[in-house]
């Protein structure tokens, strides 16, 4: 029999190279209909996004060994709890804004998943 834990989240994982912040403070990332409305429609935990921001050569991105993963660019997180899904192609784009302030650390992913969303914060 297997127990299933709480709390609990969803999280979709994409990479992004030579990404660009707008005026707005938010990176404005092109996310697939049939992505954005997976996260939309995910009723049971509380979906979120999360968006590594890459560089364009691949081996300037992290170093792995048995001691640690280091992850040299920055991550950033986007809830989708009370996001409508699209009503458009599944293969169309959605443009969605993921804050700057969304920063993936320690301690914000710990209040995502308590779901402590002011918490998960950075200032600027």
């Known amino acids: 029999m297997e127990t299933i834990k709480s709390p609990r989240i969803l999280v979709s994982v994409k990479s992004w190279r ?4 707008g005026a707005d403070d938010a990176w404005h990332y092109k996310l697939k209909v049939s992505n954005h409305n997976f996260l ?17 050569d691949i081996t300037d991105y992290s170093e792995a060994s048995h001691a ?9 997180w986007l809830s989708f709890e009370d ?4 009503h458009s192609a599944p293969e169309n ?14 301690d914000t992913l710990r209040a995502l998943v308590v779901g402590d969303e002011a ?6």
Do not use: G, I
């Open 18 to 21: 030579n990404p660009v912040l």
């Open 40 to 56: 939309a429609n995910s009723s049971d935990l509380r979906p979120y996004l999360f968006l590594a921001l890459v560089p364009p």
């Open 68 to 76: 640690c993963l280091l992850l040299r660019q920055a991550v950033y």
């Open 83 to 86: 996001t409508e899904p699209v």
């Open 93 to 106: 784009e959605k443009v969605v804004l993921v804050p700057r302030l969304h920063l993936l650390t320690a």
């Open 119 to 124: 918490a998960a914060k950075v200032s600027a």
